[in-house]
């Protein structure tokens, strides 16, 4: 019996494997720019500074963050609750208003995105383990702009890494599943 | 820590199934269709088996309910090759879809035939499709799948006991087949707590596992059916 050795694979020709070298980083390049969602715009230029400043906690918009698995983007009535009338002379506050008045909803685009393949919850992080906002969103109390990018990158090593240094169980199953 | 297991009482199950269909909607298990299902493609993470005894006209069947058994020596996880299948301090067989290469080492490996192979991109029939569980995830073409044990009924079972302040008490998790059950045949809880229900019906004398002579150590102990229905002789009855 002949088994198929190493030496039997058709040789690749110098030309194909640059070409293929070239086609594999550019896939894995798009496919990177995909994760990161980086050609995108909000639909307000809504400033985070302005508002932690003016006393709103992150509570107060992201709602579901004490209480379920998703932090939720605030829904426009959200918005209303303060911006019902003009608090200042922005065109981007007066977004907030014409929307409403069209009946639309504010498209805001999740920057912050975990593979598919990974259960998250807000709720076990924030009100069971009292971890504050910024352990994995970064300074974003601090941006004056909707930020382009995640401000920390959140690879299953970081969480690893925080969930050993507090000793919480790390079982694969307790995310992925 | 505990060791998460279960106690099935054969004299008790009347094979009505409702802990496949629990299993399934719980764990978006897909449909397959009927002429894959008959070239044994079929996914279903618990089965009720018909096992017959004796020769007819004298025949009976006992139907014997099998989920993964979850080995406290599991064969699945030294055979995989990627390490997307392991045991956690629980004593769970898990396994990580997003990681399994789709081999099938494991599910040749499984004395027990409790793993199965995705070889269909997964189809729901109309209206399941919005009542898939949102806390589990659908397994893509290429993976090997099972039995978690309700893993997820777990991690909300210990946040709501955290909520509450207090420890995870015997009844706050169990899994969906256990909970269905209508005739109560299913146990299911720490097998380390001397006191509770399954590690007492273990300790009985009509307490057996399958396939014992492997070595697997299986957490899943079945009671045989029988006539006898005395206490162990130390004050309890099983």
Same mark, same amino acid.
Request: hydrophobic share 35%; glycine share 6%.
């Given at each position: 019996m002949?088994?198929?050795? =190493?030496?039997s694979?058709?040789?690749?020709?110098?030309?194909?494997a640059?070409?293929?070298?070239? !086609? @594999?980083?550019?896939?894995?390049g798009?496919? @990177?720019?995909? =994760?990161?969602?980086?050609?995108?715009?909000?639909?307000?230029?809504?400033n985070?500074?302005?508002?932690?400043?003016?006393g709103?906690?992150?509570?107060d918009?992201h709602?579901?963050?004490?209480?379920?698995?998703?932090?939720? =983007?605030?829904?426009? &009535?959200?918005?209303?609750?303060?911006?019902q009338?003009?608090?200042?002379?922005?065109?981007?506050?007066?977004?907030?208003?014409?929307?409403?008045?069209a009946?639309?909803e504010?498209a805001?685009?999740?920057?912050?995105?975990?593979?598919?393949?990974?259960?998250?919850?807000h709720?076990?992080?924030?009100?069971?383990?009292h971890?504050?906002?910024?352990?994995?969103?970064g300074?974003?109390e601090k941006s004056?702009a909707?930020?382009?990018?995640?401000?920390?990158?959140?690879?299953?090593?970081a969480?690893?890494g925080?969930?050993?240094?507090?000793?919480?169980?790390?079982d694969?199953?307790?995310?992925?599943? | 820590?505990?060791?998460?297991?279960?106690?099935?009482?054969?004299?008790?199950?009347?094979?009505?199934?409702?802990?496949?269909?629990?299993?399934?909607?719980?764990?978006?298990?897909?449909?397959v269709?009927?002429?894959?299902?008959?070239?044994?493609?079929?996914?279903?993470?618990?089965?009720?088996l018909?096992?017959?005894e004796?020769?007819?006209?004298?025949?009976t069947?006992?139907?014997?309910? !099998?989920?993964?058994?979850?080995?406290?020596n599991?064969?699945?996880?030294?055979?995989?090759?990627?390490?997307?299948?392991?045991?956690?301090?629980?004593?769970?067989?898990?396994?990580? @879809?997003?990681r399994?290469?789709?081999c099938?080492y494991?599910?040749?490996?499984?004395?027990?035939?409790?793993?199965?192979?995705n070889?269909y991109?997964?189809?729901?029939p109309g209206e @399941?499709?919005?009542?898939?569980?949102? &806390?589990v995830s659908v397994?893509?073409k290429?993976v090997?799948?099972?039995?978690?044990?309700?893993?997820?009924r777990?991690?909300?079972?210990? &946040?709501?006991?955290?909520?509450?302040n207090?420890e995870?008490?015997e009844?706050?998790?169990?899994?969906?087949?256990?909970?269905?059950?209508p005739?109560?045949?299913m146990?299911?809880?720490? !097998?380390?707590?001397?006191?509770?229900?399954?590690a007492?019906?273990a300790?009985?004398?009509?307490?057996?596992? =399958?396939?014992?002579?492997?070595g697997t150590?299986?957490?899943v102990?079945?009671l045989?059916?029988?006539?006898?229905?005395?206490? &162990?002789g130390?004050?309890?009855r099983?």
């Amino acid at each position: 019996m002949k088994f198929p050795r =190493l030496g039997s694979l058709p040789n690749l020709t110098p030309p194909a494997a640059v070409a293929g070298f070239i !086609l @594999f980083f550019a896939l894995g390049g798009t496919a @990177f720019v995909e =994760l990161q969602r980086s050609n995108f715009r909000q639909p307000i230029a809504f400033n985070h500074a302005k508002h932690v400043e003016n006393g709103v906690s992150c509570t107060d918009c992201h709602t579901g963050v004490e209480t379920q698995a998703q932090a939720t =983007l605030p829904a426009i &009535d959200t918005c209303l609750n303060c911006h019902q009338t003009a608090l200042t002379s922005s065109a981007e506050e007066a977004k907030i208003r014409s929307a409403a008045a069209a009946g639309k909803e504010l498209a805001w685009v999740q920057v912050t995105q975990l593979a598919p393949h990974v259960f998250f919850s807000h709720r076990r992080h924030v009100s069971v383990a009292h971890l504050a906002c910024t352990e994995c969103h970064g300074p974003i109390e601090k941006s004056t702009a909707p930020p382009q990018r995640p401000w920390r990158v959140l690879t299953m090593n970081a969480c690893i890494g925080c969930h050993q240094q507090h000793g919480v169980n790390a079982d694969c199953n307790d995310c992925h599943r | 820590m505990p060791r998460w297991g279960m106690v099935i009482d054969l004299a008790k199950c009347t094979a009505c199934q409702a802990c496949v269909v629990a299993c399934q909607t719980e764990n978006n298990v897909p449909c397959v269709p009927p002429e894959q299902a008959a070239r044994g493609r079929i996914i279903s993470w618990i089965s009720v088996l018909p096992q017959l005894e004796g020769e007819y006209p004298r025949l009976t069947m006992r139907p014997t309910p !099998l989920p993964c058994v979850h080995c406290d020596n599991p064969p699945c996880i030294r055979v995989c090759p990627v390490g997307a299948t392991g045991i956690n301090p629980e004593g769970v067989v898990r396994q990580i @879809f997003a990681r399994c290469i789709g081999c099938r080492y494991c599910t040749n490996a499984c004395p027990y035939t409790r793993r199965m192979f995705n070889w269909y991109r997964p189809e729901f029939p109309g209206e @399941f499709t919005e009542a898939l569980n949102p &806390d589990v995830s659908v397994r893509p073409k290429g993976v090997v799948e099972k039995c978690t044990l309700c893993h997820h009924r777990l991690q909300k079972a210990r &946040d709501q006991a955290r909520a509450q302040n207090r420890e995870l008490a015997e009844g706050d998790y169990i899994p969906a087949c256990v909970e269905i059950c209508p005739a109560g045949a299913m146990y299911f809880g720490d !097998l380390d707590d001397p006191n509770s229900t399954v590690a007492t019906l273990a300790r009985g004398r009509r307490a057996f596992r =399958l396939l014992e002579e492997l070595g697997t150590k299986p957490k899943v102990i079945y009671l045989a059916q029988g006539e006898w229905s005395g206490g &162990d002789g130390q004050g309890a009855r099983t």
